[in-house]
């Protein structure tokens, strides 16, 4: 007699039939299922394709993380930047409180000569768009307090003043 399948779960499951007709549920019971028979499983096409799309997507996501890095000057609102830190990054638009956010990969600092310390930090935008990774509430902050910083003062204030 033939199987009866069908897809549930992206998982096929199959339920045979015994030679003598009987459904396998009428089957006598054996030790290895506890008395109760057990439908036998087995990766369906589906299954494959899932996992295909699932690492398709994994490699498009790393094709479309944006990378970037840059030195800055050090100032007292950037000591103690750290990985995994948010680095924002406003529109030169006031008006327009914009603002992409990228997530710190490493830190390094480097002394100069002339006795100033820069800050190096290389980033990573993990997906292409509009959106943001930072959570609804952090967004918010960021963007209150990019309204109060119209003039190159009160960004000097904010940098020296923290």
Not at 20 to 44: I, L
Not at 91 to 113: C, G, H, M, R
């Amino acid at each position: 007699t033939s199987p009866v399948a069908f897809e549930q779960d992206n998982a096929k499951v199959v339920q045979t039939n015994t030679k003598s007709g009987a459904s396998a549920a009428k089957a006598p019971a054996t030790a290895a299922t506890g008395g109760q028979s057990q439908p036998s499983y087995a990766q369906s096409g589906t299954e494959k394709a899932a996992a295909s799309l699932k690492d398709a997507r994994a490699a498009w996501a790393q094709q479309s993380t944006t990378t970037g890095n840059g030195n800055f000057f050090m100032v007292p609102y950037l000591v103690g930047v750290k990985p995994r830190d948010f680095l924002c990054i406003p529109s030169l638009n006031a008006d327009d409180p914009y603002f992409e956010d990228w997530i710190i990969e490493t830190v390094s600092y480097e002394q100069k000569d002339e006795g100033g310390v820069e800050i190096g930090v290389s980033c990573t935008r993990p997906f292409p768009g509009e959106g943001l990774v930072l959570a609804e509430a952090d967004a918010k902050a960021v963007e209150d307090v990019l309204k109060t910083l119209k003039t190159t003062k009160d960004w000097h204030n904010l940098y020296w003043s923290a």
